[in-house]
């Protein structure tokens, strides 16, 4: 079955509340939606969320970059998932977050093709997920007050974004735990947001605190600053900004600069080489986070399946669709309480956009 022709749909998706990360506030995610079409009239579903601070992609460049990709994949067998992965990076290298929602579709439409949910032709089996729920950057008595309203609604593990300055970022924590008691999980992200010397202060000041584990406390291009955190500090790091791809993976596990990896599908280019960084992390002994962008359910189900077919992916940050006012997908995954995730059993990604949503976006097409 070969690729016939490809779409893309443009949509701006309003926030409930402003979201506020060390990298900037976000009000309105702009995603880009990929259907991408076989000759025997299936066809597969992809999301692109770019985020500008950490991807340096916007609707803009992914559109663009997208023109690129579809003369690449239009009259490739559609199952050749490897060979796309390879000629999409040769003809425009960067733009991961362009290539992951056509990765996405191709697994999709592969998926529809076998008749297999994503996580069965991924190889996995179906297994019970759980995400957290994120704070944003605020003062520390609203942060606390959302961490415990997050608490009552049965999170199990809250994510804290920090990254401003070390007084400010010791007092939130100290205020949401008071305000969650012990039980809950905390897990805090600085967003690249602190240099060497006040990450080493932050997570030594916040060693008592009970938190999880730390998402890159520095700058994603300094390895060695990341080793030097997470060989000093008792919390686990994380890195997130600083793993893009598997080359990365290699680098940090050889450079022993984190304990943890969290992989997104639109900093791996999609699900190919969020498998390969995967396989390196357990070889490493690194289990692995999914997380996300503010997206849809539909980049979103993509993501829930890859966690589901690989135990080695232990923890689960896919609450990026909760942060929408409005949800334009049917079928895909479902939030339950306390941040269950439910599956669907249909083939592929099992999700799709609603008509009426697909009908009110900007479309190109390319053929
Ligand atoms: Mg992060």
Not at 68 to 87: E, N, S
Not at 131 to 150: C, F, L, Y
Not at 267 to 291: D, F, P, Q, W
Not at 319 to 334: K, N, S, Y
Request: one cysteine or more.
């Amino acid at each position: 079955m070969k690729i016939t022709r490809i779409e893309l749909f443009r949509a701006a998706l309003p926030l409930k509340r402003p979201f506020r990360i060390s990298l900037g506030t976000v009000e309105t995610a702009g995603t880009v939606f990929v259907r991408l079409h076989g000759e025997d009239g299936l066809y597969g579903m992809g999301e692109a969320n770019p985020s500008l601070p950490i991807c340096g992609e916007t609707v803009g460049t992914v559109t663009a970059a997208a023109e690129v990709y579809a003369k690449v994949l239009i009259g490739r067998p559609a199952h050749d998932i490897d060979g796309a992965t390879a000629a999409m990076r040769a003809a425009l290298p960067g733009n991961v977050t362009a290539r992951s929602a056509f990765d996405m579709a191709l697994y999709d439409l592969l998926g529809k093709r076998a008749g297999l949910p994503l996580y069965a032709l991924l190889g996995g089996t179906r297994r019970a997920l759980v995400t957290d729920n994120t704070i944003g950057i605020d003062t520390p008595q609203a942060m606390a007050q959302r961490a415990a309203e997050m608490r009552d609604a049965g999170f199990e593990a809250i994510k804290v974004k920090l990254g401003t300055t070390y007084q400010e970022d010791v007092a939130r924590i100290r205020a949401i735990r008071d305000a969650v008691g012990a039980d809950t999980f905390l897990r805090i992200d600085a967003n690249q947001g602190w240099d060497r010397v006040t990450a080493l202060k932050v997570l030594a000041d916040l060693a008592d605190a009970g938190i999880q584990y730390c998402e890159q406390p520095v700058r994603a291009s300094d390895t060695d600053a990341l080793a030097e955190v997470s060989r000093s500090s008792a919390i686990p790091v994380m890195a997130d900004e600083s793993l893009f791809d598997d080359v990365d993976a290699l680098r940090l596990v050889r450079a022993g600069a984190c304990r943890y990896f969290n992989i997104k599908l639109s900093k791996s280019a999609g699900i190919h080489t969020a498998l390969r960084i995967n396989g390196i992390a357990e070889a490493a002994g690194i289990a692995c986070m999914v997380g996300c962008m503010i997206e849809t359910r539909l980049g979103l189900t993509a993501a829930a399946h890859l966690v589901s077919a690989r135990p080695n992916i232990r923890f689960a940050d896919l609450d990026g669709a909760d942060m929408l006012r409005d949800d334009p997908v049917t079928g895909g995954m479902t939030y339950g309480a306390g941040g269950a995730i439910t599956l669907p059993d249909g083939p592929g990604l099992g999700a799709d956009l609603r008509d009426d949503a697909l009908a009110a976006l900007d479309r190109t097409e390319f053929a």
